[in-house]
């Protein structure tokens, strides 16, 4: 489209020129034309009135010009005359002439001075005028002279007319020419390649019906021939890395996509993954007349999407995009991710007051300040509880049905969202290998007992073969919580609950994200600077602090920022030179504790900046909005420091994600020891968030340490990071599920 645009656009430049030359050269011959013919029609009117009016003149026969002046007012395109005697008095003039006057007295002088003809184009106002002196003699003496006056805006409207028929004449040319050319580029150049282009799309999804050597393309011969044997190579050097993945599949080495896809094969034996969550890896939405899709800000679909892309499988979630019954099949069903198709996601349809009881309500009221323990108050609905049931049920239906007739399906389940899920599938499905991974933390008994329905969710979740936390902290919370709660047998030494016959593993599986070889030495091209980013702001600043978030009570902003003001205030040297900026993504507005949230945020960070303003600087840079990826990641690059300040927390990405980003292997992390992340983290700044000097103060040893102890801090994390990255996490869950028996 942008090729095609470009051309069109070409062309039409080329053309404007060329109509634009002719028109300006048929403007300036009908401009000469017409002032030839004006000057022409001056003079014989010229030679007209000298005949008429010679003789009043000399015989100063006033009353009788002033007649002949009247019948010369009524002519077409005249304005008017006046005659002078040889005195240079006015004898006679036409009505209305009073305006033009001025401009004659001068040229009037000089051609009675020198007894000689006067013409030129004059402009009075917005009136165009042609002005025609002619000396008037009587048998050889001067006796006056007539003073012609010639509306000439004929002239103008004449020229005015050729440039419309000449615009006119572009656009349809223009439009002609378009036409042409855009079916001549889509015949010859784009349904050619577009069929290079599916050929090569279905060569690097590796279709069985692929050819190496691309089918011919006329224009694109040259072209043809060299793709052909360039994917000649790709899938001699694919065969060769697959290969060396199953080698090192065999050993210790950093995981790759490549070397999960090997493990995968082996451990799946063409056994259907399904992967269940609330939330969709992918939404499409309407912008216009359009449909765009977006990835969520999620560390569950940071974690989990990279498992499918390099597995395959489907995908089972809650469709919440405006456009997203738009783009599904008759089965709900859509390929993704939507510019590179790996697997299939399944979307669900939950009526809104479904959403509001099971997601807003139990989830987001009940579960998760249950869980966190952040000091909210959960609250437990019992309509809420029913819509829990009813859309684990909805979900519990499709599963079923998408593995309906396939043998020993896997079944991941992402989240409190379905604690019920795996009793359902198991009871339907003992055959399938069910796995549920709870991305947040897991309280102590006594905290968990507030649950109205407790035993009900435990029961739920005891149906799963597989229970994974992020840390070993939260296995022993609830395998306690078992213990106490429901009528089992516990067993320490290898961490299985067993309820009814059916045994329960629980383990750890500390989550992350993908970070590979090529990440770890990969360089940006264009790495983003402090300057750049403050300036789209209006801000000048030294240092930088970043932040990334929900907007969640958990996530620990509040005391964020007020361990940023005792900086400041304790520190008053770095008063115009730091800079905090926070990306905080709005979420679950309709709950009333995270609208005041958003409010309390908005208030604090208004007060410090407030209290610190400065002219082009302010310590709290509040960015309010849904970020992507590539927004994120200059912010992550360019930051001297970042902080991650949860009041309790599964394990908290974003800490892993800055680390990832710092290809320069510099800048430092200062992270919560309430979060998950802090058991691999061992090189971060650790912080109470809740102890604000302390946070304050780790911020100043931030910026004030060694350059050499600041790399080899981030170093060693980025180290640990890519060892244990997603892809190590899906072989360890996957290798566990797949060893159960059924």
Known sequence: MKFNFTIIISIFIAVSLVVLGFALVQVHQERQRLNIEL????????????????????????????????KFNQKQRILGLAVYNVKDSLVGISPGLEIYMPFAQIPLKQAMGVDSCFGQQLKAGTKNFYLHIRPIHEEGPLVGAAVLFQDTDYIQKRLGDIWRA??????????????????????????????????????????????????PQDFFSPLSREVSHMAESILEAREAAEQEARLRA???????????????????DDKQLVVVSNREPYMHNRKGKSIEWIMPASGMVTAIEPILKACGGTWIASGTGDADRDVVDEDDKVRVPPDDPRYNLKRLWLSKEEE????????????????????TRPIFRKEDWQYYQQVNQKFADAVLDEIEGLEEPLILIQDYHFALLPQMLKSKRPDARVAIFWHIPWPNSESFGICPWQRELLYGMQGADLIGFHTQFHCNNFLDTMARAVESQINWDNFTVRVGGHTTLVKPFPISIAFTLLDMERVPEHQASKEDLFKEHGIKAEFMGVGVDRLDYTKGLIERFLAVENFLERNPEYQGKFTFVELGAPSRTHIKRYSDLVAEVEKEVERINWRFKGKDWKPILFLKKHHSHQEIAPYYQAADL??????????????????????????????????????????????NPYDIERTAGAIRYALEMPADERKQRMGNMRQHLLKNNIFLWAARLIRELSAVRV
């Open 39 to 70: 000057e022409q029609r001056a003079n014989l009117l010229g030679e007209a009135l000298h005949e008429s009016i010679s003789g009043q003149l000399a015989q100063e026969n006033y009353q009788k010009i002033s007649q002949l002046v009247a």
């Open 166 to 215: 000449n615009f006119i004449r572009l656009l349809v040319l223009a439009l002609a020419v378009a036409l042409v050319t855009t079916l001549v580029i889509q015949w010859s150049i784009f349904i050619p390649m577009n069929r290079m282009v599916e050929w090569m799309k279905n060569l690097r999804e590796q279709k069985p019906s692929t050819e190496a050597v691309m089918p």
């Open 250 to 268: 065999m050993g210790e080495s950093v995981w790759t996509p490549e070397r999960l896809k090997e493990e995968m094969r082996t451990l799946l």
């Open 356 to 375: 509001e009881g099971f997601y807003y309500g139990f989830s987001n009221e009940g579960l998760w300040p249950l869980c966190h323990i952040a000091h």
């Open 642 to 687: 970042c902080m991650v300040t949860s009041l309790h927390d599964g394990m908290n990405l974003v800490a892993k994600e800055f680390i990832a980003s710092r290809s320069n292997g510099d800048g430092v992390l200062i992270l919560s020891r309430f979060t998950g992340a802090v058991r691999e983290m061992r090189d971060a700044l650790l912080i």
